[in-house]
C-alpha cells in the first residue's frame, strides 16, 4: 500500500511514497519553499498561501498521475505560523511564519508590543499548559498584533483561524482540520486536555474566530477529489515531531538535535515536568522535552550572504550558495590550527530572539587567523556550545541519555560538531542514519493507519 507523504519545511518542500508493506520511502521530489513577499518591515516574514496550495496541489496531481492509486496523503508542516480564512476557506491573511517577529514591535499608537502586553496575562505557568512558551513568532503572539492593528477586519463573523498545515486540508477537502502537534504550537492549545484553549484565545482577542477540529494522526479530515478519485487527507504534523518520530519513534534515552533553519533539542519523556524547556505533544502520550530557537542554518546563512555579497560588489563574479559552501567546506579541513589564545571566535547571535547567544560577532581577530576557514570553524563550534548548554537543561534524574543523533542537512556530514558535542558531554553523538526523517516519521504514522 502507497500513501503519499508531503513535509512542507521552512526551506524545502519534499514529497515521496511511502510504501506501508516494504517499509520504503521512495521517488522524493525536492522543492525549495516559496520565499516570503516583498515587505518594507524586516520583521514581517509572510508567504503568499494561494502559492503554497497551487505547488502542493500540482505535486499531488502529479503523483496521481504517475503513481496511480494512493491510499492516503500525510502531511507535516512548520509550525507556529497562521493563516486567517473565511469560511469558504479563501484567505484572509498570507500566512504570516514562524519567522516573523511582529509581536515584538509596537501596535499602532501602542508603546507596549503585543509580547510585552501578553506576557502580563499569559505567565509561564499559564502558558505551561500549551506545550510552549509566549515568544517572538508564535502565532498567539503576532496573531495579537494583526488584531490590535485590523480594528475593521476583526469585526467580521467568519474568520477561521488556521495551521498552515489546516489551511491547507481546509482548501484540499473543506474542512479545518489539525492535529494537535500543530495545534499546541501556536500557543493556543491545551495538549492534556486535546483541546483548545480558551482561556488564551480569550485573552488574545480572538475568541469569536472559529478554531480547527483536532483529530489524532490516524482520523481523516476529508477527501481530495484528485483526477483519479477521492484520496483521504490526514492530519498535519508538526515538522519537528514527524522528524523526532522518524529518528527515534518512542524512544526515550536518545536525545536528538536538529540542525535545520533553527536549531532544536529535545528528547522524548513519559510525562511533562516543569523546566526550562518546553513539553511538546507528541505521539502515544508522550512528550518533547524541548529546548527551541537555538541558532541554525539561518545564522550561517548570514555569513555565507556576505561572502556572496563580496563576489558579487567587489569581484563582479556570480556564485552560488551551493557553490560557497563547498568551498567552505573543502577549507574547513585546512583551517588554522592556532591555539586557543590565537583562534577567531564567533558568537551567532544575530537573530534577536534567539535563545544562548546575546549578540552577533567576531571576536579575538588576529593577523593571518581570519581566514573563511577559520570563521566557519569558529562558527560550528558556537553552535555546537550551544545545543550543549541546551542539553544540560533537558537532564535531570528522569532522562538519561545514552546517545544523540544529529538530524538535519546541517549536521548529518558535519564532523566537527559531532566530535566537539561528543568530546564535551562524554555522550556518544552520531549523525541519524535516516536521511529524511520526517518523511520516515510519517512513513511510521502511515504503517499505524495501514494496519488499523
Known sequence: ????????????IKSALLDTTRLQISGTVKIPTPGPLPNDKNYIFELDPHIIVKMITTMIEERVKLEGP????????Q??????????????TNYISWRDTRGTYSNGNETQSSLEFLSQFLTPEKMSRCGTRLKSGLAACNLHHWIMNNPDQIKRKDISFCTLGSFLIYKLTGRNACHLTNAAATGFADPAKRAWNQDIIYEVGCDSFTFP??????????????TKGSIP?????????????????ENTSIAVISGGTAGIVSVVTNEATAGDYENRPYFNNQY????????????????????????SSIYQASITKEDIWQKILQSLSVANQASSLESIKVELGFFKEQKMVKHGRIDNIREGNL?????????????ADNFITALNKLADSTVQIQRIYLT????????????????????????SNIQEEALTGLLHIAVKIANG
Open 408 to 431: 538535519g542537512g546541517l549536521l548529518h556530514n558535519n564532523s566537527l560538531i559531532q566530535s566537539t558535542i561528543q568530546d564535551l558531554t562524554g555522550i556518544e553523538t552520531i549523525p
Open 233 to 249: 487527507v490526514f492530519p498535519d504534523i508538526g515538522d519537528h515531531q514527524a522528524t523526532v518520530y522518524g529518528a527515534l519513534k
Open 79 to 92: 509550525m507556529h505560523g497562521f493563516v486567517l480564512a473565511d469560511q469558504s476557506g479563501e484567505p484572509l
Open 288 to 311: 518533547l522535552r524541548t529546548v527551541t530557537q537555538l541558532p541554525g542554518g539561518r545564522n550561517l546563512d548570514v555569513l555565507v550572504d556576505f561572502i556572496e555579497e563580496i563576489g
Open 70 to 77: 494512493i491510499e492516503g496523503i500525510l502531511l507535516s508542516t
Open 371 to 383: 581566514t573563511s576557514g577559520s570563521l566557519f570553524r569558529a562558527a560550528f563550534e558556537n553552535l
Open 1 to 12: 500500500m502507497s500513501y503519499l507523504g508531503i513535509d512542507i519545511g521552512s526551506s524545502f
Open 213 to 226: 477540529d483536532l483529530l489524532s494522526e490516524h482520523e481523516v479530515c476529508g477527501y481530495f477529489g484528485s
